[in-house]
């Protein structure tokens, strides 16, 4: 005869730690209450791009278990809210919890975000002066015709936004408030996009970006000696442009070309199977090319 479980279990923090602990709990029979500080689940896992020593996708990992959590018939989730006193002896405890003010209806929230979009905090509720951006001649001759082509597109941001990065290799900030003026779209709306996608960049860039894969495939087969080789070469340190704005160097996860490890890229052009001794060359070519257009 199987014993019948009694009583509930709390588990604090639904990090991926605290939903694994309340799927095993609940699958065993217990009732489940998973608090969170925070107003939703998942923890710092879910916020990352790839997890050691795999370089499997986080979030691959973590999703059907918040999916798994969610459905739960033996799980009830507490977010946005704290652990107070709790009082009592092993096996019979009483906790006090103190759920803050999320300001919706849970109940009747479907996740439309449209309490975000009129939120009264963030949304002015009297008249503000309109200020008009001006633009230097130079910087509105590339920017009209990009807004020109997408103005009247469905989904237009975006177009427009990978365009003036390609244009100017970075996003300048006058330029934004002045997309933002054009289109009349919030300019926190804006930098939420241009902040989210590594492809934007709020900082000016080097006409030749060199980017050097530090996947595992990369690291392995002499990745790192490839960054000291180009730091040397061009003066800079990853991350940083060289002064004469022609050569930025980077960083990235993985190439998906683990059979030419290790390799480096610049602009479009790929290199694989480099080593320490292959990078002055490199640059050197770089170099020369762009000697070649300024004489």
């Given at each position: 005869?199987?014993k019948?479980k ?12 605290g ?6 709990l609940?699958?065993?029979g ?9 107003p939703a ?7 990352l791009?790839?997890?050691f ?16 959590c ?6 009830e989730?507490i ?6 006193k ?7 405890f009483?906790?006090?919890v ?5 300001y919706?209806?849970e ?8 309490c975000?979009q009129?939120?009264?905090?963030s ?13 230097k001649?130079e910087?509105l ?5 990009i807004?020109?082509k997408?103005?009247?597109q469905k989904?237009?941001l975006l ?10 290799r970075?996003?300048p900030e ?6 933002s ?5 919030h300019l926190?709306d ?12 709020l ?6 970006i ?5 996947g595992t ?6 990745a790192?000696g490839l960054i ?8 800079i340190k ?8 022609n ?9 998906g070309?683990c059979?030419?490890a290790?390799?480096i890229t ?6 694989g199977?480099?080593?320490?001794a292959?990078?002055?060359r490199i ?6 090319m762009?000697e070649?257009?300024?004489a």
């Amino acid at each position: 005869m199987s014993k019948k479980k009694v009583g509930s279990v709390l588990v604090v923090g639904a990090g991926i730690a605290g939903i694994q602990s309340s799927l095993d709990l609940a699958n065993s029979g217990f009732k489940v209450y998973l608090l969170e500080q925070t107003p939703a689940i998942g923890g710092t896992m879910a916020q990352l791009d790839k997890t050691f020593p795999t370089n499997d996708c986080a979030m691959c990992i973590v999703s059907p278990k918040l999916v798994d959590c969610g459905r739960h018939p033996n799980i009830e989730i507490i977010t946005n809210a704290e652990l107070g006193k709790v009082v009592g002896e092993a096996g019979n405890f009483k906790v006090e919890v103190k759920k803050n003010p999320r300001y919706v209806d849970e109940d009747k929230c479907t996740g439309c975000a449209a309490c975000t979009q009129n939120c009264p905090v963030s949304i002015a509720l009297y008249p503000v002066e309109k200020i008009y951006i001006k633009l230097k001649d130079e910087d509105l001759k590339k920017v009209k015709p990009i807004m020109d082509k997408y103005r009247d597109q469905k989904g237009n941001l975006l177009p427009i936004l990978q365009q003036i990065n390609k244009e100017f290799r970075y996003l300048p900030e006058d330029i934004l408030r002045y997309v933002s003026d054009e289109l009349d779209v919030h300019l926190a709306d804006i930098y939420n996009i241009v902040t989210f996608y590594n492809a934007f960049n709020l900082e000016p860039r080097g006409k030749y970006i060199v980017t050097v894969c530090i996947g595992t495939a990369c690291h392995v087969q002499g990745a790192p000696g490839l960054i000291e080789a180009l730091e040397g070469e061009l003066g800079i340190k990853v991350g940083e442009t060289t002064k004469d704005m022609n050569f930025t160097l980077e960083t990235a996860r993985c190439f998906g070309c683990c059979g030419l490890a290790p390799v480096i890229t610049v602009n479009e052009d790929v290199h694989g199977k480099l080593k320490r001794a292959d990078i002055p060359r490199i640059v050197k070519n770089y170099k020369s090319m762009e000697e070649k257009q300024d004489a």
